[in-house]
């Protein structure tokens, strides 16, 4: 069952006393949020006192006034005015107790199903057949798999769509080759980036293979049995490699989420057809076009989306437009989200557009590009290879993983090679998809693996060390681990230390955080949070001792901690990364 949060709740009472204390005016939200100042502070008194055209300070009276003569605080110990109109708040022990015991109870930790009901459907990954998977997939992969974590999590069906580069000119090239060059054994991935660089590097010389790898397209097309044969092997060693890949980040995509561009193909002719009796597409020059408005270049002019090209073939954008029309008329989408780079900005806003003038997305969808930044080298360019290529991204986690290893081997020197193994698995990966997540994704950030794999900082490592050392201390309690329940929180009957108050506020606010970043599409929201929750509860542990308490608040002390490991181990799940009981 949902908790609403402390903030949520007297958000709500402080609702209903602007409305008692300013009756013909639609209050605005009152912004409660933790404080340094006090356990919470509302400031949005100062967008009320705007619309009335009166002081702040003496509007934000007149709302404690009437919060108070209503005896509407609910779990609130004080209020009061502060600076230029804010409104101090401080919460009740027995409230943050009932808060976090209610919470402890709930197997969800009272977190809330807001997207139950809704379908969403994203879009992320998306590689391409017989090529390895590089940095440039990085960001979309990880990215879009803790949207999906979070979406389910809040109760939402997901549908991901792993929408893999599968067909086109670069397949006849690369079948024409193997069918001159007969090739023996396996078409491992290795063996397949050889042998495309070779198809290309003949393509480009001789105009007569050029020539064949066209016919070639042109009997993929027609569903010639030996070429069809040989792009399903292709496909097939492909998919195998790529869900390699994700097991070895921990992502949650699988060869049913693959869906190729090969699977809209035979639909592009009609939906150009389609376009053509909205009155949408035109020709230009030999090729079919759409002219979606609003979108012109830089010397004013109307900028094309090409659907159908010259040469009679169709580009990304016929097959992005099939894509969504699948998206809303089949998978029956209320929200689409497309995990592609930034500068896919323009393309993505041009094919919304078109699908919105066609008729394809109703009222009720909605789209929206999930854009991302770069990820930097040390020298604060875009990370590149010495030979100038993109590196692996298998090759990108295994150097976190190397230098996980050698943090993890310190730290337990006894340690078994196979659990070494292992743990430093989890601790790599997990420092790289953090310091990806935490990064504002809008934002370039630096691959710096030494950087990732710290104890200290803001980093996965840190936060995995974090949950490790709540389970020390739940381990050391034996059978008293029973103890940190909801039961001891209400049995405490002192007044709460300033750092467990600090604490049980960072936990109660889980629930609006993950929601947020459904809402938002920004994992680095929950990726903050569970960086100040783990400092939060660094700051208890150093006051507040557990072990050697006094029985009614070692009870509570150990709930809190049992708290805040669950809290953690659940985020960090949200984010995709392991939370190891030992670090």
Same mark, same amino acid.
């Given at each position: 069952?949902?908790?609403?949060?402390?903030?949520?709740?007297?958000?709500?009472?402080?609702?209903?006393?602007?409305?008692?204390?300013?009756?013909?005016?639609?209050?605005?939200?009152?912004? /409660?949020?933790?404080?340094?100042?006090?356990?919470?502070?509302?400031?949005?008194?100062?967008?009320?006192?705007?619309?009335?055209?009166?002081?702040?300070?003496?509007?934000?009276?007149?709302?404690?006034?009437? %919060?108070?003569?209503?005896?509407?605080?609910?779990?609130?110990?004080?209020?009061?005015?502060?600076?230029?109109?804010?409104?101090?708040?401080?919460?009740?022990?027995?409230?943050?107790?009932?808060?976090?015991?209610?919470?402890?109870?709930?197997?969800?930790?009272?977190?809330?199903?807001?997207?139950?009901?809704?379908?969403?459907?994203?879009?992320?990954?998306?590689?391409?057949?017989?090529?390895?998977?590089?940095?440039?997939?990085?960001?979309?992969?990880?990215?879009?798999?803790?949207?999906?974590?979070?979406?389910?999590?809040?109760?939402?069906? /997901?549908?991901?769509?792993?929408?893999?580069?599968?067909?086109?000119?670069?397949?006849?090239?690369?079948?024409?080759?193997?069918?001159?060059?007969?090739?023996?054994?396996?078409?491992?991935?290795?063996? %397949?980036?050889?042998?495309?660089?070779?198809?290309?590097?003949?393509?480009?010389?001789?105009?007569?293979?050029?020539?064949?790898?066209?016919?070639?397209?042109?009997?993929?097309?027609?569903?010639?049995?030996?070429?069809?044969?040989?792009?399903?092997?292709?496909?097939?060693?492909?998919?195998?490699?790529?869900?390699?890949?994700?097991?070895?980040?921990?992502?949650?995509?699988?060869?049913?989420?693959?869906?190729?561009?090969?699977?809209?193909?035979?639909?592009?002719?009609?939906?150009?057809?389609?376009?053509?009796?909205?009155?949408?597409?035109?020709?230009?020059?030999?090729?079919?076009?759409?002219?979606?408005?609003?979108?012109?270049?830089?010397?004013?002019?109307?900028?094309?989306?090409?659907?159908?090209?010259?040469?009679?073939?169709?580009?990304?954008?016929?097959?992005?437009?099939?894509?969504?029309?699948?998206?809303?008329?089949?998978?029956?989408?209320?929200?689409?989200?497309?995990?592609?780079?930034?500068?896919?900005?323009?393309?993505?806003?041009?094919?919304?557009?078109?699908?919105?003038?066609?008729?394809?997305?109703?009222?009720?969808?909605?789209?929206?590009?999930?854009?991302?930044?770069?990820?930097?080298?040390?020298?604060?360019?875009?990370?590149?290879?010495?030979?100038?290529?993109?590196?692996?991204?298998?090759?990108?986690?295994?150097?976190?993983?190397?230098?996980?290893?050698?943090?993890?081997?310190?730290?337990?020197?006894?340690?078994?090679?196979?659990?070494?193994?292992?743990?430093?698995?989890?601790?790599?990966?997990?420092?790289?998809?953090?310091?990806?997540?935490?990064?504002?994704?809008?934002?370039?950030?630096?691959?710096?693996?030494?950087?990732?794999?710290?104890?200290?900082?803001?980093?996965?490592?840190? %936060?995995?060390?974090?949950?490790?050392?709540?389970?020390?201390?739940?381990?050391?309690?034996?059978?008293?681990?029973?103890?940190?329940?909801?039961?001891?929180?209400?049995?405490?009957?002192?007044?709460?230390?300033?750092?467990?108050?600090?604490?049980?506020?960072?936990?109660?606010?889980?629930?609006?955080?993950?929601?947020?970043?459904?809402?938002?599409?920004?994992?680095?929201?929950?990726?903050?949070?569970?960086?100040?929750?783990?400092?939060?509860?660094?700051?208890?542990?150093?006051?507040?001792?557990? %072990?050697?308490?006094?029985?009614?608040?070692?009870?509570?002390?150990?709930?809190?901690?049992?708290?805040?490991?669950?809290?953690?181990?659940?985020?960090?799940?949200?984010?995709?990364?392991?939370?190891?009981?030992?670090?």
């Amino acid at each position: 069952m949902a908790v609403p949060s402390l903030a949520t709740v007297v958000a709500d009472r402080l609702t209903a006393a602007m409305r008692h204390a300013a009756p013909d005016v639609d209050p605005p939200d009152p912004q /409660v949020r933790e404080s340094d100042h006090a356990d919470l502070q509302a400031n949005g008194l100062i967008g009320l006192a705007r619309r009335l055209g009166r002081p702040p300070r003496e509007v934000a009276g007149e709302v404690v006034a009437a %919060l108070a003569a209503r005896k509407a605080g609910g779990p609130l110990a004080g209020c009061e005015v502060a600076g230029p109109g804010f409104v101090n708040l401080t919460v009740a022990d027995d409230a943050l107790r009932h808060q976090m015991a209610a919470r402890l109870a709930d197997e969800r930790l009272g977190v809330g199903e807001p997207e139950r009901g809704l379908t969403t459907v994203i879009d992320y990954s998306a590689p391409n057949v017989a090529k390895p998977m590089h940095v440039g997939h990085l960001r979309s992969t990880v990215i879009g798999d803790a949207l999906a974590r979070v979406l389910s999590h809040l109760g939402g069906t /997901v549908v991901a769509q792993n929408h893999i580069g599968d067909w086109g000119t670069q397949f006849g090239m690369l079948i024409q080759h193997l069918h001159e060059h007969p090739h023996t054994g396996n078409h491992g991935i290795e063996q %397949l980036v050889e042998l495309y660089r070779a198809a290309n590097a003949t393509f480009d010389t001789d105009d007569a293979f050029a020539e064949r790898s066209r016919q070639r397209v042109v009997a993929l097309q027609a569903g010639d049995p030996e070429t069809v044969a040989v792009w399903r092997e292709l496909v097939a060693e492909s998919t195998r490699y790529f869900a390699e890949v994700y097991e070895h980040l921990d992502v949650r995509l699988t060869p049913r989420d693959t869906v190729g561009e090969s699977l809209y193909q035979p639909h592009l002719s009609g939906l150009v057809d389609d376009l053509r009796t909205a009155g949408l597409a035109r020709d230009s020059d030999g090729a079919v076009v759409v002219f979606p408005p609003g979108h012109v270049g830089r010397d004013g002019s109307p900028v094309p989306l090409i659907v159908r090209k010259r040469d009679g073939g169709f580009g990304y954008a016929a097959t992005d437009l099939a894509a969504l029309r699948h998206r809303v008329s089949t998978l029956a989408a209320d929200r689409v989200l497309y995990v592609v780079g930034a500068p896919q900005a323009q393309h993505l806003r041009m094919v919304f557009d078109t699908a919105t003038a066609a008729g394809w997305l109703p009222d009720h969808v909605t789209v929206a590009h999930i854009a991302f930044g770069s990820v930097l080298g040390t020298d604060g360019r875009p990370l590149k290879t010495r030979s100038g290529h993109a590196p692996g991204l298998s090759d990108l986690v295994d150097e976190a993983v190397a230098r996980a290893r050698a943090v993890v081997a310190d730290r337990n020197p006894d340690l078994p090679a196979e659990a070494l193994v292992e743990r430093a698995r989890q601790v790599g990966v997990g420092a790289v998809k953090y310091a990806d997540l935490s990064t504002s994704r809008g934002r370039d950030y630096t691959f710096d693996p030494d950087g990732m794999v710290s104890l200290t900082g803001n980093t996965g490592t840190y %936060l995995q060390y974090a949950h490790a050392r709540v389970r020390s201390i739940l381990r050391r309690t034996g059978d008293e681990v029973g103890e940190a329940s909801a039961g001891a929180l209400l049995a405490g009957d002192g007044p709460l230390e300033p750092a467990e108050r600090r604490l049980a506020l960072r936990l109660d606010s889980f629930g609006d955080v993950v929601t947020e970043v459904a809402a938002t599409s920004e994992p680095h929201r929950l990726c903050g949070y569970l960086f100040t929750l783990a400092q939060a509860y660094t700051a208890f542990y150093e006051t507040c001792p557990v %072990l050697t308490a006094p029985p009614a608040q070692r009870g509570v002390r150990l709930a809190l901690c049992r708290l805040t490991g669950e809290t953690l181990r659940t985020g960090l799940d949200l984010l995709g990364i392991a939370a190891p009981e030992r670090l």
